[in-house]
T-cell receptor, first 114, second 116 residues
Framework: DAGVIQSPRHEVTEMGQEVTLRCKPISGHDYLFWYRQTMMRGLELLIY????????DSGMPEDRFSAKMPNASFSTLKIQPSEPRDSAVYFCASSRRLAVYEQYFGPGTRLTVT | AQTVTQSQPEMSVQEAETVTLSCTYD???????LFWYKQPPSRQMILVIR??????QNATENRFSVNFQKAAKSFSLKISDSQLGDAAMYFC?????????????FGQGTILTVHP
């Protein structure tokens, strides 16, 4: 099993630019989660999907953030426009419906907005 | 809202010794799970151990074990025979059942240093 795949691993962009982070969950997993890790706020859940449908997006910080899951094997997290305070590590995780308690994390994308 | 508190920002241990990391949580739920995740410098989040709230028996995974005190809402991690590879940031996490199923809430983390 390839595990959760995230791309890019590192992203450096200028303030105001659009950023798109990508995630491929483990095949057969029904749930997909997006987390953000910062020094100030720690690890926090942004949004999660069940069978490609967003279930809870209450953690999305503001309208500049959006997430989609067009199919079971792909999800994106988009920031438009980006700001320096968006600099963080963004993790994607996935789990099976019958074992939502066991979330498998991707390697994360380190985003730096200058 | 559920909260998870790790009161030890940093801990250190000598190789081959035992160390205990503390975690407390606050919830009104009766159905939930508790976890310890390890994050080494590679930043990959690795699940170390899981505890179901309905189970009275403490979970163990090789050198890792927990002390789950449900009434006290305490969930500590004991690492026995510490190894250099155990050095990492450790996160305690809570996951509720019911309608909040799927939402992991993390503590602030504890940095563990292992001295040779």
């Amino acid at each position: 099993d390839a595990g959760v795949i995230q791309s890019p691993r590192h992203e450096v962009t200028e303030m105001g630019q659009e950023v798109t982070l990508r995630c491929k969950p483990i095949s057969g997993h029904d749930y997909l989660f997006w987390y953000r890790q910062t020094m100030m706020r720690g690890l926090e859940l942004l949004i999660y999907f069940n069978n490609n449908v967003p279930i809870d997006d209450s953690g999305m910080p503001e309208d500049r953030f959006s997430a989609k899951m067009p199919n079971a094997s792909f999800s994106t997290l988009k920031i438009q426009p980006s700001e320096p305070r968006d600099s963080a590590v963004y993790f994607c995780a996935s789990s099976r419906r019958l074992a939502v308690y066991e979330q498998y994390f991707g390697p994360g994308t380190r985003l730096t907005v200058t | 809202a559920q909260t998870v508190t790790q009161s030890q920002p940093e801990m250190s241990v000598q190789e081959a010794e035992t160390v205990t990391l503390s975690c407390t949580y606050d919830t009104s739920e009766s159905d939930y799970y508790l976890f310890w995740y390890k994050q080494p410098p590679s930043r990959q989040m690795i699940l170390v151990i899981r505890q179901e709230a309905y189970k009275q028996q403490n979970a163990t995974e090789n050198r890792f074990s927990v002390n789950f005190q449900k009434a006290a809402k305490s969930f500590s991690l004991k690492i026995s025979d510490s190894q250099l590879g155990d050095a990492a940031m450790y996160f305690c996490a809570y996951l509720a059942g019911g309608t909040s199923y799927g939402k992991l809430t993390f503590g602030q983390g504890t940095i563990l240093t292992v001295h040779p």
